[in-house]
């Protein structure tokens, strides 16, 4: 990176022209790496609605411990998720 940097700084260029130029006008960004408490999905329903109050349209979560092994539990905190998100909102969950 530094010597990109180097070489686009020498040439007066910007390192996104030397590497091809634009692609997307705009990137679409996401809150990442939400953690869930399978007990108890209060707090993540809280940090939920703050991040759609500060504008984030998505919203990765941590798959949980023991998320597959207990589907009916797994179902009820995605259902609650979604519902507190509401339907705009990408949702993403990230298993290890």
């Known amino acids: 990176m530094a010597v990109h940097d180097a070489v686009g700084k020498a040439l007066g260029q910007p390192l996104h022209i030397l590497l ?22 209060g ?7 703050k991040y759609v109050d500060e504008g984030y349209k ?3 979560f941590y798959g949980w ?7 009916t539990r797994d179902i009820r905190l995605l259902q ?8 705009d909102l990408e949702l993403m969950l990230d298993l290890e």
Do not use: H
């Open 20 to 41: 091809g130029g634009c692609f997307r006008e705009k990137v679409n960004v996401y809150v990442s790496s939400v953690w869930m408490d399978p007990d108890g999905a």
């Open 43 to 49: 707090r993540t329903l809280t940090d939920i609605q």
């Open 58 to 60: 998505g919203i990765k």
């Open 65 to 71: 411990p023991g998320f597959g092994r207990q589907r």
């Open 80 to 87: 609650e998720i979604r519902k507190d998100a509401g339907d």
